[in-house]
């Protein structure tokens, strides 16, 4: 099994980022980061922030499914 069927997310799901205080990011998950095993760092994810305009590498630890 692979890292993106374990987190349960796929290309597309809307999910939320939450931030350090706890608040929720709306992003769209776009993959699971595979490099991230190569420096020592836990699973971490893509996901593009189409509001923002940005995207970001996060743990994913700290997305959540969204529904909308």
């Known amino acids: 099994m692979?890292?993106?069927a374990q987190s349960g997310f796929k290309e597309g799901d809307k999910v939320w980022v939450e931030d350090a205080d706890g608040?929720?990011?709306p992003g769209v998950f776009v993959g699971m980061n595979e490099a991230a095993?190569?420096?020592g760092g836990g699973p971490s994810a893509?996901?593009?922030?189409?509001?923002a305009h940005q995207a970001e590498v996060v743990s994913v630890f700290r997305i959540v499914p969204r529904d909308d």
């Not at 893509?46 to 509001?51: D, G, L, N, S």
């Open 37 to 39: 095993g190569w420096f």
């Open 23 to 25: 608040n929720r990011h």
């Open 2 to 4: 692979t890292d993106a």
């Open 46 to 51: 893509y996901v593009a922030h189409p509001e």
